[in-house]
């Protein structure tokens, strides 16, 4: 993990000095450019990855059906995640990366804003609802269908810079 500013000061910024759950005062904070990205990799079996790549235009409406669910997730996160902030969402993109000789589907969602608060939550809950909605439409074909490596690989912007996981 590489940052641009290293934070000292490390805390659980949704518990009070009482150890109460809070949601963060952001009020205070400039609107900001920022954005992240995040991935999670659909492990399906040979099968079912073959099947989803045979059938005429399968993929492509499987993986526009997870991409509109990603876009509509990252939009709704504040609904799902108590604690997070309902921001404006400048942008969401979600994007596949098929590997047929793994089987697997990886999304990579990128969510943009210019507020007062970072789009970590946005991202991850829209790469993860988007394999959701991979699982859930090949599910029929594999039920041992796999959603793993979710994580954060980048974010920018507001106090704490930039962030890139590292490999």
Known sequence: MSTTTENTDLHLSHLDEDGKVQMVDVSHKSATSRSA???SVVRL??????????QHNAKGEVLNTARVAGVLA???????????HSLPLDFVGIDFESDASAGTIAVLATCRTRYTTGVEM???????VAALTI??????????????????LEKTGGKSGTWTASA
């Open 122 to 128: 946005e991202a991850m809950m829209a790469c993860s």
């Open 45 to 54: 079996s040979p099968a079912a990855y073959q099947l989803l790549s045979a």
């Open 74 to 84: 990252a939009k709704r996160c504040a609904e799902l995640i108590p604690m997070c």
């Open 135 to 152: 699982y859930d439409m090949c599910k029929a074909a594999d039920k041992g269908i796999v959603i793993e490596q979710t994580r954060l």
């Open 37 to 39: 990205t995040a991935r």
